[in-house]
């Protein structure tokens, strides 16, 4: 095998942390370097970020990643990415943004879902006559007021003249892709989550009945390539702005979804991985569309051919971690971080934050004395959808304090992870051995607490925080011919530390998950009445 060296963007949704990776018996990171961009949010349930954040950042990372090591820009044969999915960039003839982009966290198209989908003769909050096609059409369903298709639907309905200018329909790096090689295209993975992509065998393409169904303009749609297709080359503008050669090849590359399984090591059949980073999810391999529009779970199309990822989503995992920092942790019980958004030094936070709960938090009892905290800040998607939901601590008492508090909220993210795995469980099997990664699982005290609550063994791999990145690095492996395919990653992702759950913290964690699962019904209407 040929040493070959690559950049992966990782464009998360609070930052972008770029990695130079050296593709040869392993794949060892070279340089890296993170930068942030905000997160607008709006009284009416909006959340949009700014594109040129977004190509900023890309560009000022860039260069940091060389001035750090002693590899050339002429050195580097591939460019790819791991992003944030279900982003919406509506962009003109020229790539210029029509609006600012929307998050996967926006939800303030209500009243297009509702007219949309969300009315007439309804199963699972859906018209039967638009979610039959669509379960069979795409495998999947816009039941979310989260899905981009209601956003897009949005400006047409109150920015006619933005909508106007529209030429097309972009995710996150499919954005930054255009940007660098002028190309409008959307991978196979990306063009799935649009929810307007016919998975069908003989069908793999756009459906135009389903744009028909959801008032879309199918002429707003890019061209699909696969996730390890070379797109194009960096224009000269592209290249000048990044510090890169002209034409340096860019790949595709994946949405998060996509590959932050893959480079986790999690690539065979029926292998389970659980995220925790700004948001959070359980996902599984599997060879077929599996869908519980009940429960809001789909099966997502990976980036490696004929596979899907079985996919349950939390909207704040590790966001109410950052949360905890700012507001429960910072100064007040002794921590003295410096006051730095968690996106603009992700290591320097989580492993400070993360020290101080390994030898805080593990000292206090499984169970957090009866304590027990929802990780809904910005609403809820699976297994139920509910824009109106919010965080709360549950049965706090005067023998409480703010270290019982902080864990609780780690214990309440592991208990909507085991509440995704049982939802999956009636559907497919997960795995007995779950892949844990992202920024919680730099902490053995998340990662023992994990075990616990699921009753799973949990393992993890080096620098679990850059896993995007890795499975980035590994589609250009294969793109340039240095793996067969995705699945031969595995070889070179290995577990690096395992955690087997402790009995006995099981029965008091069996009992506060049963009653965290009651906590949502019993308080929806409240929940619509202070949000709604």
Not at 78 to 99: A, N
Not at 253 to 280: F, K, M, P, Q, W
Not at 289 to 318: C, H, P, Q, W
């Amino acid at each position: 095998m040929s040493r070959k060296y690559v950049i992966s963007y990782d464009i998360g949704t609070t930052g972008v942390k770029t990695c130079l990776f050296e593709i040869d018996k392993e794949i060892t990171l070279i340089s890296a370097a993170m930068e942030g961009y905000n997160l607008y949010t709006l009284p009416d349930g909006g959340a949009e970020q700014e594109p040129e954040e977004w190509w900023s950042a890309i560009c000022s990372t860039t260069k940091k990643v060389f001035s750090e090591c002693s590899i050339s820009p002429k050195q580097i044969e591939g460019i790819s990415f791991c992003s944030q999915m279900q982003g919406l960039v509506l962009v003109d003839k020229d790539g210029k943004p029509v609006h600012r982009a929307f998050s996967y966290m926006d939800q303030r198209a209500r009243k297009q879902l509702k007219e949309g989908i969300a009315n007439g003769l309804k199963v699972a909050g859906a018209n039967v006559t638009k979610l039959i096609p669509s379960l069979l059409i795409t495998g999947a369903a816009a039941l979310s007021v989260k899905d981009p298709v209601w956003k897009y639907n949005w400006v047409r309905d109150n920015e006619p003249e933005n909508f106007k200018r529209v030429y097309k329909w972009l995710d996150v790096k499919e954005y930054i892709i255009c940007r660098m090689t002028g190309r409008f295209i959307m991978t196979r993975d990306s063009a799935f989550a649009t929810l307007l992509y016919d998975i069908r065998k003989g069908h793999e393409d756009w459906s135009k009945t389903m744009c028909k169904l959801l008032n879309v303009n199918p002429d707003h749609l890019a061209e699909i390539v696969e996730c390890t297709d070379k797109v194009g080359g960096l224009t000269p503008e592209a290249a000048a702005e990044l510090g890169l050669e002209v034409g340096t090849a860019v790949f595709g590359g994946g949405g998060d979804a996509s590959l932050i399984g893959v480079g986790a090591g999690s690539v065979e059949l029926g292998e389970t991985h659980i995220y925790n980073g700004t948001s959070g999810w359980v996902s599984t391999v599997v060879d077929k569309s599996v869908v519980d529009a009940s429960s809001m779970i789909a099966a997502v199309l990976g980036a490696d051919k004929g596979r899907y990822n079985y996919f349950a989503e939390l909207e704040t995992a590790g966001k109410c971690l950052e949360w905890v920092k700012d507001h429960l942790a910072l100064d007040e019980i002794g921590i003295f971080l410096k006051k730095t958004h968690v996106a603009e030094s992700p290591e320097t936070v989580y492993t400070n934050l993360y020290d101080y709960l390994s030898k805080v938090i593990d000292e206090i009892p499984a169970g957090s004395g009866g304590v027990i905290f929802t990780p809904w800040l910005h609403g809820n998607r699976c297994p139920f959808e509910d824009p109106n939901a919010r965080g709360m601590f549950f049965n706090v008492s005067l023998d409480v304090g703010k270290t019982e508090l902080i864990r609780s909220v780690i214990e309440g993210v592991c208990f909507h992870m085991r509440w995704f795995l049982e939802t999956e469980d009636k559907k497919i099997k997960t795995s007995n051995v779950i892949r844990f990664v992202g920024g919680g699982a730099l902490s053995d005290v998340t990662c023992q607490i994990l075990a616990d609550i699921t009753d799973r063994t949990v393992e993890t791999v080096d620098s679990p925080q850059n896993v995007g990145a890795v499975g980035a690095a590994v589609i250009m492996a294969v793109g340039l011919g240095v793996l067969e395919d995705v699945s031969h990653a595995k070889r070179l992702i290995p577990a690096k530390k395992t955690f087997v759950p402790n009995p006995k913290n099981k029965a008091v964690y069996d009992r506060n998950y049963e009653i965290y699962k009651t906590l949502y019904k019993n308080n929806k209407d409240a929940f619509k009445a202070l949000n709604g």
